[in-house]
């Protein structure tokens, strides 16, 4: 077991034992702190802040029992061992009920002391960080902190930036999993509007039958089954700011009225007569093409535009790998903390096979996979961990015709002696990427290694170039 420092409060009114365990653990690179009795003991317990307490059962005075219940009140979470006679066993387990650490029962072994004390240093240290992940994860974070660092969230982020203290209707556009509900608490906490409610609601999850008593709400006998008056959730984030998701789900009859609400600002609840104002800022978001919905009919144009005053699009997952290693870094502290573990990190593999796959499920699915990857881990995320396998974009490199790219070949006679020296470059280069690419089964990230560029240029480069990987390309 690895080596922690910490500091032992070692307490017994017998003054060799103080110090035969005083140089026991001293020699195991702790830091011994020594008191003759219980009194004392909680002295420095108050002013040295030890990590284990190492006490005797039996004291005169006060006890090891009663010092445990009282470094209890000052730090519930410190350790405390017991050291007992082999005839105070049963004692020693009542401890433990009582909320010892654990006990040693004596004659013991220097190897036995040094091990329980080892692993009380290293659980203690394992409580204190996940605290501090704990209290990190829950801090209201910036929209970068949420997001990631990569050019392409940037743009999102002066986005939210921009609109968040107006009063526009903002369409955000992205394909599952992106993060639009992220988006939209985040425009709603950068707004004036911070302190008033934010309810989101799924179109997609709300029975047609049941859409408009959700949205507008519902007066008493309004229908069958109506008992008692019902607030929808327009009227709800009165104030406030309303999150309709899939809005493309929201039936067309219910349309025309939301954009009666919208330009109005009144609402009548089902089988209501009495208007009532409303001031609730609408966001929506949608995963698929509105303005194609609209030219089919199945949405309708003028609420379109009357939603669409402001549009934030946000870039898959695949688009932006920057963003990978630090999302995964984040969702495996959330992990940490809900399976109360301390997975330290990922392997080179493993970030190599998160860089390399396409991440159809965007931040929803990273999140899940990492959240398994940190049950299933001991120490360090590793590659089989992710359970990405031959799905994580490994496979054939197709070459686009020199006439197909957006730069030139080497071959044409009507270009300046720049263009073919230009052009000759491009070919080298492009052919250099295309062999790498081959080598290392379309993998982008061992593709970028192996010649000695960075990830980001590689990837520009492949876009650039069109090669497709897998017959997807590359700018996907």
Known sequence: MKTVQGRILIVDDDHEMVRLLGQLVQREG???LLAKDGVEALQLIRAADPDVVLADLRMPGMDG??????????????PVILITAC??????????????YDYIAKPFQHQQVSRVVLRALNERRLKVELKHLTDHVHQVLSPRESFGPSEAIGKVIAAIEQVAKSNFSVLIVGETGAG????ARAIHQASGRARQPFVPVDCGAVPEALFESELFGHERGSFTGANQMVVGKIEETHTGTLFLDEIPNMPLASQAKLLRVLQEKTLYRLGGVKPIKVDTRMLTASGTDLEALC????FRSDLYFRLNEYTIFIPPLRQRCEDIPYLAKRFMDIANIELSKFIQGFSPAAVEAMLAYRWPGNVRQLRSVVRRAVLLAEEVVDEQHLG????????????VPAEHSATP???????????????????????????????????????????????KTLH????????????????D
């Open 388 to 399: 990405l396998g031959a799905k994580a974009g490994k496979g054939v490199v197709k070459e």
């Open 65 to 78: 029992m009663e010092l445990m219940r009282k470094a209890k009140e000052l730090d519930p979470d410190l």
């Open 295 to 298: 030219e089919r009919g199945s």
């Open 460 to 475: 520009t480069k492949v876009k650039e170039y069109g090669i497709r990987i897998e017959g997807v390309h590359a700018n």
């Open 30 to 32: 702790q830091t011994p």
């Open 87 to 100: 005839t105070e066993v049963f004692a020693a387990v009542e401890a433990i009920r009582a909320g010892a």
């Open 180 to 183: 639009k509900e992220v988006v």
């Open 409 to 455: 070949g080497p071959g044409r006679s009507d270009l300046s002696l720049r263009e073919i020296v230009r052009g000759s470059t491009v070919h080298v280069e492009r052919t250099a990427i295309v062999h790498a690419l081959h080598k290392t089964g379309g993998n982008k990230a061992k593709a970028s290694r192996l010649l000695q560029v960075d990830y």
